[in-house]
């Protein structure tokens, strides 16, 4: 299986990339990602001070994927996914949802036997893991994206639902597509309110394809429970209606329901949720039963 290293990375989307590796479509492929602070703090007396910040988020690639055209949608399917070493968790003063936070403070967290350690002034904690990636995207068409925005191309978008099994689309603005990713947390709950989950190293295996869904609003994402429109907007009110229409987009145009029927369900059984409020754009997700969709017959995307 080809694989790339942690030290292939790069700092922004940008067309101009060279690629690091090319594969196949469904061939797998491993992509080895450095934590979001480029495995700089190893220990709780470890500071913000101490971090070389031009090293900031690094996503390992990008890679190119063969018989991949601009305008292509793509499938990335998340086969393998194994933590590679410690997870850290920082607090940084003014930065972040949380107002009430004054002290930077780093904790180095054990993530072994499926669970996270945390320690608290009151007591210890073992909490269940859920591994899920932060940046993840393909190149635009033209400029510069810093990994640290989510956007149309993926991006931080931070969704803890894109972890093992997950199938996220993408549409691929130059030859190859030029994907890339990093920023995988342990562990991250909706929102990620502090400006950062459980930060750890990993090692994912994808396999790609493209899918011929010519009006899959994108990104999108599926598990084995749900249907996800992703969206990122410059507020919470833009990107919870582009996620909100996306949705109704997909359930209209590709599942085949009526207008009214979409909405209904949509009322009914959809659920809006936050993926991140911290970076310099908002990232909201509508979530869509499949169950629903495969009572009435739906067979799924690109089927």
């Known amino acids: 299986m080809k694989s790339l290293d942690d030290s292939k990375v790069f700092y922004a989307f940008a067309p101009d990339l060279e690629p690091q590796m090319t594969v196949a479509q469904n061939e797998q492929f491993m992509l080895h990602t450095k934590d979001c602070f480029a495995n700089q703090l190893s220990c709780d007396e470890d500071t913000l001070d101490d971090l070389d910040w031009n090293t900031i988020n690094p996503a390992t690639g990008p890679v190119a994927i063969e018989g991949v055209g601009s305008g292509d949608l793509v499938r990335f399917n998340i086969e393998a996914f194994e933590l590679a070493g410690k997870s850290v968790?920082?607090?940084?003063?003014?930065?972040?949802?949380?107002?009430?936070v004054t002290e930077a403070s780093t904790r180095v967290?054990?993530?072994?036997?499926?669970?996270l350690s945390v320690s608290t002034l009151l007591g210890d904690l073992e909490l269940p893991l859920r591994p899920m990636i932060g940046v993840i995207g393909m190149v635009p068409a033209e400029g510069s994206i810093p990994n640290g925005t989510p956007g149309l191309h993926g991006g931080n978008m931070d969704c803890n639902l894109i972890g093992?099994?997950?199938?996220?689309?993408?549409?691929?603005a130059v030859e190859g597509g030029l994907f890339g990713c990093g920023d995988v947390h342990s562990l991250m709950g909706d929102g990620e309110v502090l400006v950062a989950g459980a930060e750890?190293?990993?090692?994912i295996t994808f396999t790609a394809a493209v899918v011929d869904e010519p009006e899959l609003p994108t990104p999108f994402?599926?598990?084995?429970?749900?249907?996800?429109?992703?969206?990122?907007?410059?507020?919470?009110?833009?990107?919870?209606?582009l996620a909100v229409d996306n949705m109704f987009d997909f359930l209209t145009k590709i599942v085949g329901l009526?207008?009214?029927?979409?909405?209904?369900?949509?009322?009914?059984?959809?659920?809006?949720?936050?993926?991140?409020?911290v970076d310099p754009e908002i990232t909201i997700?509508?979530?869509?039963?499949k169950w629903v969709l495969a009572e009435l017959g739906f067979k799924g995307i690109g089927i």
């Not at 003063?93 to 949380?98: F, Q, V």
């Not at 967290?109 to 669970?115: E, H, L, T």
């Not at 750890?200 to 090692?203: D, I, Y």
């Open 164 to 172: 093992l099994g997950a199938k996220l689309y993408l549409r691929a």
């Open 285 to 289: 997700r509508f979530e869509f039963p």
């Open 89 to 100: 968790i920082t607090t940084i003063p003014g930065s972040g949802a949380i107002s009430g």
């Open 109 to 115: 967290m054990d993530n072994d036997n499926g669970v």
């Open 221 to 241: 994402l599926e598990n084995e429970e749900h249907y996800v429109a992703i969206a990122t907007g410059k507020t919470s009110d833009a990107a919870y209606q």
């Open 258 to 277: 009526s207008q009214g029927d979409a909405g209904r369900l949509m009322s009914l059984v959809g659920d809006l949720k936050f993926c991140q409020v």
């Open 200 to 203: 750890t190293p990993a090692r």
